[in-house]
């Protein structure tokens, strides 16, 4: 069964591995619902499986539907056939929460996190493999290199930290880049204060030209250009915390509501 490089895998044979990215999320409490993405030929499946949880895989890939199943990796009815970023997360379990997990293929991996997020009520934990470039990005702290767009959307909602990681030579076929396991927790208090919309459009608006200063790259979003005169507005995005972009949304919005 040869990897597909329309579906971006990369399959994981390190044993080891996969059982740690199981454990990773299956050592919270509480956890009955659990949705694998791109479960493959199974290798971190057949942990999972081993716990007393409610857990289904998506997979988009009918060859290694049939491989779950031929195999009696998992249970037909378990598996979803359908491109995760296509999924419903609302009707998976009848809208109940679910903990995501997988070593999800690279080439959608940061479109999953997205989807994540905007479905953050339904999902209080991730655990999942990205390639490393991704997860640095992820987890990144304002001011270094790696801080951006992702970065700032994603910890607004999640606290994140990388689990372990892994060498190119736990896959099959390996990858040409390093590989990195992370897990998100969601925020006790995962709502913004603010117009997550418009905190969207800010934090991507201010990244668009990371290394101009804030007065250059949200001018099109102020009406008052005194605002702008602000030494606040002198920093560039890479400097600013997840808090520092909620104040600004919140002062954009309140300058619509006085106009």
């Known amino acids: 069964m040869k990897a597909k490089k329309s579906f971006g895998q990369h399959f994981l044979v390190n044993e080891h591995i996969a059982e740690k ?4 999320l299956l050592k919270s409490e509480g956890i009955r619902n659990v949705l694998e993405i791109g479960p493959g030929k199974g290798v971190l499946t057949k942990y999972l499986a081993k716990h007393d949880t409610h857990l289904k895989v998506v997979e988009a890939d009918q060859d290694m539907v049939e491989f779950l199943t031929r195999n009696k990796i998992i249970d037909p009815d378990q598996i979803i056939f359908l491109d995760f970023l ?3 997360l609302s009707k998976i379990f009848g809208g109940e929460q679910f903990y995501l997990i997988g070593n999800y293929p690279y080439n959608i991996s940061s479109q999953i996190l997205f989807k994540m997020v905007n479905s953050k009520e339904l999902v209080p934990e991730m655990v999942g493999m ?3 470039e991704v997860a640095d990005r992820v987890v990144a702290p304002p001011g270094s290199k790696t801080y951006g767009v992702i970065s700032v959307l994603v910890q607004a909602h999640y606290e994140g930290k990388t689990i ?5 030579t736990c896959f099959s076929p390996p990858p040409k880049v390093n590989s990195s396991v992370i897990r998100l927790v969601r925020k006790e208090n995962y709502t913004l204060p603010c117009d997550e919309r418009l905190f969207r459009t800010v934090v991507k608006t201010s990244f668009n030209s990371r290394r101009k200063m804030l007065r250059n790259t949200l001018k099109p979003l102020v009406h008052d250009p005194a605002m702008l005169e602000d030494p606040f ?4 995005p890479e400097q600013l915390s997840v808090q520092d972009f909620v104040d600004i949304t919140i002062k954009l919005s309140n300058q619509n509501k006085i106009e």
């Open 21 to 24: 990215i199981a454990n990773g």
């Open 86 to 88: 296509k999924l419903n």
């Open 130 to 132: 990205f390639q490393k």
């Open 164 to 168: 372990i990681d892994v060498a190119p």
């Open 233 to 236: 507005f002198t920093q560039r």
